[in-house]
């Protein structure tokens, strides 16, 4: 009888490993034949777009079954419109990623009419980049200094997209309530490649964006003098950036100087890669650790390095840390915020 029971348990456990290694061998070829989808929240040729197309160039030898990557542009409200999609239509298959402003996760926070996804139940990806904004201006503004600038008579037009725009939206607004600064955000273009237009057209004087955006998309610009970075909003200065002015050592009280390290938060989770809710915890590890193998692929480097592209890259284990640390913020900071980042009317 004893005999018997042991016989039947070692058939029991035979046939567990057996199930385990199908259902893993299963889970390992789900990505065979298939197609990766990559959903952009802004238009093309912007740094959103070309942070996407360079990952997706890589990211598939890295995931078992090595799927066909694609890249689609969903435009919208800031990438609102993308945001939303991915937390609410995309399915939790692992099949599709969404790339959008991290600043949307501070939007929720704040209330923002249209935030139709919840940050604490979102599946994050990583960021490949730890972004560091930058407010340039065009030759033909007339400022070329940031003393010009504080001593401006009128507003400075910069371009933006939507509040929740973290670099060309949200930073310029943090250092006009941080540090009394004269400027005014122009909301309702598409992404940053609409807005270099509209600095190149003279449309408006300049921009808040990231200096990896920048040096990715504006290199003749900057070469050539045409544009001018006047600002930096970092903890401390970008290497590259040595000669330009850092934000925090102009703020004259406590809450600009708080504002801005929330700003800091904010940057680092700029450049946000999410998925659909609820999707399979182990096809989302596989994912996380493609795009970080990715970001750091030899080849991935390379072409950054060409294309001007930095690689500073988070987790997603990380960026859950820091979307905790947005939703622990005393309520009465939140509502200061929420005055400075969502404009009335």
């Excluded at 193998?293 to 991935?300: E, G, K, M, V």
Aim: aromatic share 8%.
């Amino acid at each position: 009888m004893r005999r018997r029971i042991l016989c039947l348990n070692l058939l029991v456990v035979v046939w567990g490993l057996f199930a385990a290694d199908k259902l893993l061998a299963a889970e390992e070829n789900f990505y065979q034949g298939k197609t990766l989808r990559f959903v952009v929240g802004f238009s093309p040729g912007g740094g959103f777009d070309a942070f996407t197309r360079l990952i997706g160039r890589h990211i598939g030898k890295h995931i078992p079954g090595n799927p066909t990557v694609v890249v689609e542009n969903m435009t919208g409200a800031g990438s609102l419109v993308a945001a939303n999609y991915i937390y609410n239509k995309a399915k939790p298959d692992g099949l599709t990623v969404g790339t959008f402003n991290g600043g949307l996760v501070v939007q929720q926070i704040l209330g923002r009419k249209g935030v139709e996804f919840d940050a604490r139940k979102s599946e994050w990806l990583g960021v490949p980049v730890q972004a560091s904004s930058v407010c340039a201006l065009r030759k033909g503004s007339g400022i070329g200094s940031l003393e010009q600038w504080f001593a401006a008579k009128e507003p400075v037009k910069l371009g933006g997209s939507a509040p929740g725009a973290v670099s060309t939206d949200d930073m310029p607004r943090i250092l006009k309530a941080a540090l009394n600064f004269p400027l005014v955000v122009v909301d309702g273009y598409k992404g940053t490649a609409d807005i270099r237009l509209a600095v190149e057209s003279g449309e408006v004087a300049g921009v808040c964006n990231t200096w990896e955006s920048f040096k990715a998309t504006w290199p003749r610009e900057i070469q050539s003098g045409a544009i001018k970075m006047l600002l930096q909003m970092l903890p401390k200065k970008h290497p590259e950036l040595t000669e330009v002015p850092n934000a925090i050592d102009y703020a004259k009280s406590e809450e600009g100087r708080k504002m801005i390290r929330v700003a800091y938060d904010m940057n680092a989770i700029l450049w946000l890669y999410a998925l659909p809710p609820a999707m399979p915890k182990d096809r989302l590890q596989q994912l996380r650790r493609a795009f970080m193998n990715t970001l750091r692929d030899p080849a991935y480097l390379a072409e950054a390095k060409k294309a001007n592209v930095d690689t500073d890259p988070l987790g997603g284990e990380e960026v859950e840390k820091i979307v905790g640390r947005f939703f622990a913020l005393e309520s009465d900071f939140v509502q200061r915020l929420k005055t400075i980042l969502i404009p009335s009317g």
